[in-house]
């Protein structure tokens, strides 16, 4: 039995430096684009494709590389992935041109894709359902909550310090670290089945769905949410999630058994995930713009101050893993998107002279913990009752959420900040602005909440049943 394994915890150290590595990489770079468009030339609009090209390769391909892992081999899927994200950040920080730089972040994503669904299906199969599992997906989700914040507090301080280049060479000593270690730790594993099917058809239109919603996500705050080019992506993504749909229904090894969709607490779990991201990555990037952009905090300033948030989220995430275990997903689903929500609330409040202790202390030690509890009450809730048959694909629908939920937000957190962003005074226009997108912010925490509360189940009958056992046993009398 999985639970058996003494190397697990070992194994799940691993695994979180590994979705530490992808979630944060998909971020650091905000703090470093300025640094990075100077040394490239990088036009104005240009430069953020640095960060587009990695969300469009790896919220694309997320669903395929689960599957892949399904078939093939966890652990030997993961190692080519974490190789292939050493080579590729490699490239990335000896990038020589713009277009070299945007076409390694495109191949990191694909690594990425890979590898964060592999872990997390890695994971599944490592620990039984139940408390231990718990315990592990709230270690898991608090690492990949600290891996979205801390890119604040990293970022500035490696471009700063070292050059925009050690952003990306930091990743590689990392990955040849977890490419020694794997074989060591990891337990191989795949799906049995009579016959490989990768499902191309089913692959091929989803993963151009998934592309087809993330770019015009990212390119909305430029060419505009009602633009012909916006409009007619999300229209691709719609017309194609359809045709995938009806393939998958009648394909005797579907990429996503459809199952899985009609379940309501994965789908509601997936659902809560993705507004949290969207909320999460869409406060990071409004945060760091207010800090650098009004308050001239210089990015190693700004980093350290920050370092509450993810702290927060780490401590959240371990108190949410037990609340879970006694009260269920749905209460603490709840209580984290509402602390998320007043977090963000308070920060629509910065002025354009404020300070980090009256005016953003507060709302980071609410958003924090919020964050914390949120994400591993949904992933659990996403994830319970997953046989071992379908865990990759179940772990990459869940890591799809949320980061497509990140590049969602930023989207709409820019939208609505260059909306809202008008006057003489050019402080006091962008100050309106991000004060419009931490409003946003609460708006999405507020649609996640009514989610938790609609989507997500109570606790199950025999949780409660536990404690007079317990009891029981206090008193020394055994059942």
Known sequence: MPATDSRRWYALALLCVAGFMVILDAQIVVLALPSIADGLGFSASGAQWVMSAYLLS?????????????????????????????????????????EVLVAARAVQGVSAAVMAPTALSILLNTFDEGHERNK?????????????????????????????????FLNVPVALLLLALSPVLLRESRTEAGSRSYDPAGALTVTAALVACVYAVVEAPHAGWLSARTTGLLAAAVLLTSVFLRIEARSTAPLVPLRLLRARTVSGGNLVVFLLGACAFGMSYTLSQYGQGVLGYSPLRFGLANVVMPVGAVVGSYAGQALVTHIGARPVAVGGLAL?????????????????????????????????????????????GVGERESGVASGI?????????????AVVTSVALSHSAGPDRLAALTDGYRAAFTACAVLAAAGLTCA??????PRLPAPQSRPARMVTRGRVRS
């Open 58 to 98: 790896f919220g694309g391909l997320l669903l395929l590389g689960g599957r892949i892992a399904d078939l093939l081999g966890r652990r030997r899927v993961f190692m080519t992935g974490t190789l292939l994200f050493a080579l590729s950040s490699l490239l990335c920080g000896f990038a020589w041109t713009a």
């Open 398 to 410: 869940n890591t799809a959420a949320f980061q497509i939920g990140g590049a969602f937000g930023v």
């Open 453 to 458: 509360l609609t989507l997500l189940r109570a």
């Open 136 to 168: 592990a997906l709230a270690i898991w989700s608090g690492s990949g909550g600290f891996g979205a914040t801390a890119a604040l507090l990293i970022g500035g301080p490696v471009t700063e310090a070292l050059g925009w280049q050690w952003v990306f």
């Open 340 to 384: 998320v929500g007043a977090g963000s609330l308070l920060l629509a409040g910065v002025p354009v002279d404020g300070g980090f202790v009256p005016d953003l202390l507060p709302g980071l030690l609410l958003f924090g913990p919020g964050l914390g509890a949120c994400a591993v009450a949904g992933s659990i809730a996403a994830l319970t």
